[in-house]
């Protein structure tokens, strides 16, 4: 009976461990300052944001979030702090299978937030800063408008556009060569169709035909391809 009752504990053990090692992502930090709240490793999946993992954060503010994924792709980092306001509380991050480190205070948890891991976040990093570049410039030509008055500042209006245009386009075509000079990082197919599929096809067909064998068998290569199939 002992033996059977030890048996039946290792097995459980074994496999209790094998749902561990399964997991794949580990998203691991702290909240300074943070009393108590709940945290929330999600996910998009089909058009859906699902939660991977989540867990009651109390006095100390570290945390260990799992979950088990196929391929890099954009996660979320979702906080709960239970005090009705739902804004800065989301840290938006793109990781592979790996360990992500994640310290952030309780109340800027998204502008305070310090991400140290693999190096697709850091492509991240540096291809958001960047990118926020344009929008920022977008905000101060759109605020310039929004000052002037039809129809006396038409000519004003039109000039200012025309700045938009122009700021709109660079950012569109820094999003396509990044694609296109980094066959390597599996952030060129996630760029490429999520921000710039409605390119011409000659240069989607470019960005995906130069991808790594194993970038274009990864999630976002797989959906570049569909995309121009369907076209």
């Not at 299978?97 to 697709?120: H, M, Q, S, V, Y």
């Not at 011409?200 to 790594?212: E, G, Q, R, T």
């Amino acid at each position: 009976m002992k033996r059977f009752v030890f048996a039946g504990a290792l097995s459980w053990l074994l496999v209790a461990c094998s749902g561990d090692s399964a997991k794949n992502l580990i998203v691991e930090g702290r909240v300074q300052g943070l009393r108590k709240g709940t945290l929330y490793l999600q996910q998009v999946q089909d058009t859906s944001l699902i939660t991977l993992d989540s867990m009651t954060v109390g006095n100390e503010g570290e945390f260990r979030l799992q979950g088990n994924i196929d391929d890099p792709d954009l996660f979320y980092l979702y906080l709960d702090k239970a005090d009705n306001n739902a804004m800065n509380d989301r840290i938006v991050f793109f990781a592979g299978p790996g360990i992500i480190r994640i310290n952030t205070r309780w109340n800027a948890f998204e502008g305070d937030a310090e991400i140290e891991g693999t190096e697709l976040q850091e492509q991240y990093r540096d291809y958001r800063r960047n990118q926020s570049r344009f929008h920022v410039q977008e905000l101060e030509v759109a605020r310039s408008m929004t000052a002037l008055s039809l129809p006396a500042d038409s000519v004003a209006l039109d000039s200012l556009q025309l700045v938009s245009d122009r700021i709109a386009l660079r950012s569109y075509l820094y999003a396509l060569n990044f694609a296109l000079n980094n066959k390597s990082s599996y952030l060129a197919p996630f760029v490429a169709y999520t921000e710039v599929s409605d390119a011409n096809p000659k240069y989607l067909d470019s960005i995906y035909k130069a991808l790594d064998p194993e970038v274009a068998a990864s999630k976002y290569g797989k959906k570049l391809k569909e995309l121009l199939e369907s076209r």
